[in-house]
Structures are given as C-alpha cells and as structure tokens.
C-alpha cells in the first residue's frame, strides 16, 4: 500500500469517526460512501481493516437512528399541530361563550330599557290623567263665572270660586309631588346631618297634621321611647316621610283614629302611621308603592306620597311595608337604622 493513498484513507476514516462522533449524519455517510469508493479503487483485493468494518458498522447504525430521528420529528409537528389546533379550537370556543353571555347581557339591557321605557309612557300617560282631571272643571267653572248669561247667586259664585281654588291645588300639588320625587330618585344617598329625638320630631309632626283631619277624626302619638333617646338620620326627609303618610291616613280616614307609634326593634326605630279608615283591597296591596294604583271603591291614590315615601326610606337605608295582618283600615311600618 503506498504511503499517499493510505495517508487519505487515515484522513477519511478519521474525518468519519469525527462526523460520527457530532451526529452529522448525512455528511459522514458521503465521506463512508467515498472512503468504500477509495478502498475499491486503490486497495481492490485488500481488507480496509477493522476501523473501516466498525464505521460501516457505525455508519448504518447512524442511518437507523437518522431515519428514526426524521420519524420523531414528524411526530413532534404532527403533535404541535394537533395541540396548536386544540388551543385554537379551545379559544374559539370560550371567544363563542363569551359572545353568547354577552348577547344575554345585552338582551337583558335591552329588554330592562324597553320595560323602562314603557313604564316612562305609562307614567306621562296617568300624569297627564291627573293634569287634565283638575283642569276640565276650572276652564269650566272660570267661564261660567266669566259669562253675563248666567244670574249667578253671591253663594254660588262662592262654591265656583271654591271648586277652581281646590282644582287649582290639587295641580301645585302633583307638581309639587313629581318634583319631590324625581330629586329623591335621583339620589343615591342622603346626608345623614342631623340628631334627632323620634320623640320630639313625630311630635311636632302630628300636631302640625292634627288640624288637617276631617271632624271627629282623632290624631294622636304613642311611643315607648324616653324623650332623650336620639339617633342621627336626615331630619327634613324624615319630616317628608312623615307628611305623606299622615296625609295619606287623613285623605282616606272619615272616622277613628289615626295613630303613629315608635319603638326600638334591634338596631332600628320602627315606626308606624295606623289608622281606621276604608283599608286598602288585598289584590292590591302588592301595588301601594306603585304610582297612580287603583285604590279600595275604585279611587285613585291621590298624588304620589307613597312612592316618596318608599324612595325616602331606601335612601336612609331603612325598608317600609303594608301591615298586611292589620284588617281594621290601613297601617303602614318602617323601620329606620338607629345611628349615634
């Protein structure tokens, strides 16, 4: 064997162990296919010894593990794919989901602002009602009394001028309501600035109603607090509380009592206005609060005290309700938090 040639063999099988060595596959398996190719060329009836016998070994082994690695990584994309198709999959779904919750919420929204918005035409429809109601007579009675063609007696004129001051404020009145109403449903708190004896303030107030009762109709208060038990609470909304309910008992009481009482229950100063008049139908107790209810013999319940009366409560951050066990007229409770 001549010194050059076996030299390039050396350098070949060296090189091939090497790339054997670092995994190149497809390199070393050209420089084993070159090195056969040098041995056949150079050395025809030889053996190329034991190290070209264990490259060749190694090299179709290199080859086995190559053809596995290529099926791995197949594997491995075919996976990623599968798990990245999952994912998206998953995403689209909860993105589905989340559309489907929100077109719940909207309907929802939608739904609550058609219902508020009937409720808004519902309520013009009975406040124009009640507008036109005090109105009609006015415009009549004024134009009787504005008239030469009828010989008007000095009495009455009298009940014509009556009837017009009592329509007239009726009107102030309901104006009066709807704007009490309005600025108390468009807080969402009220000051608590002021502390108050119960005693004193329920007091005060049913003097100040005692005269407005029809005759024989008696007024009083009953309470089992001491004078100088106080608590802190918003007295002018109080006072409001106070008016329209008493001023509801004395519209529908003809004869008896009318009562407020005061206790302590708990944390809260219970209060209720009681009186003996014509009550109030069962079927329609659930509606007291609502505005402009059919009330008990087919009258409507005058102005819009008693939702003012439910928005001044909720606000003090208290509940009032229709005494639904009291059968003898109409009684109403709330409670108030009793604050230091």
Known sequence: MKKPQITLLVALLLSLNTLAVQADYSLADSLFNKAVAFRHKYFPGESAGDDLQELM????????E?????????????????????????????????????????????QEAKQAFDMKNEFITHITNELRKPLHPIEGFSDILGTTDYDLKPEERELLSTHIKDNSKRITR????????????????????????????????VDY???????????????????????ATSQEAVETLMRHLLDNAIQF??????????????????????????????ELRDHVFDTFQEMAD???????????????????????????????????????????
């Open 57 to 64: 070994k190694i090299a179709n082994h290199l080859k086995d």
């Open 66 to 110: 190559n053809v596995q690695l290529k099926r791995q990584r197949i594997y491995i994309i075919i996976i990623a794919v599968v798990i990245i198709l999952v994912l998206l999959i998953g995403q689209h779904r909860l993105r589905i989901r989340r559309l489907e919750k929100e077109n719940v919420r909207l309907n929802k929204a939608h």
């Open 174 to 205: 309901l104006i009066d309501e709807l704007a009490e109403l309005s600025y108390f449903e468009s807080k969402s708190s009220l000051p608590v600035n002021y502390t108050i004896s119960p005693n004193h303030l329920l007091s005060h107030m």
């Open 209 to 231: 109603m005692r005269p407005r009762c029809k005759e024989g109709v008696r007024m009083f208060l009953e309470s089992d607090l001491s004078d100088d038990y106080t608590t």
């Open 253 to 282: 009481t003809d004869h008896g009592v009318i009562t407020v009482a005061c206790t302590e229950y708990g944390d809260m100063v219970r209060i209720s206005v009681t009186d003996t008049g014509c009550g109030i139908a069962p």
């Open 298 to 340: 087919n009258m409507k319940l005058k102005g819009l005290g008693l939702p003012i009366c439910k928005a001044i409560v909720q606000l003090l951050g208290g509940r009032i309700w229709l005494d639904t066990d009291y059968h003898e007229g109409t009684r109403f409770i709330f409670d108030l938090p009793h604050m230091k």
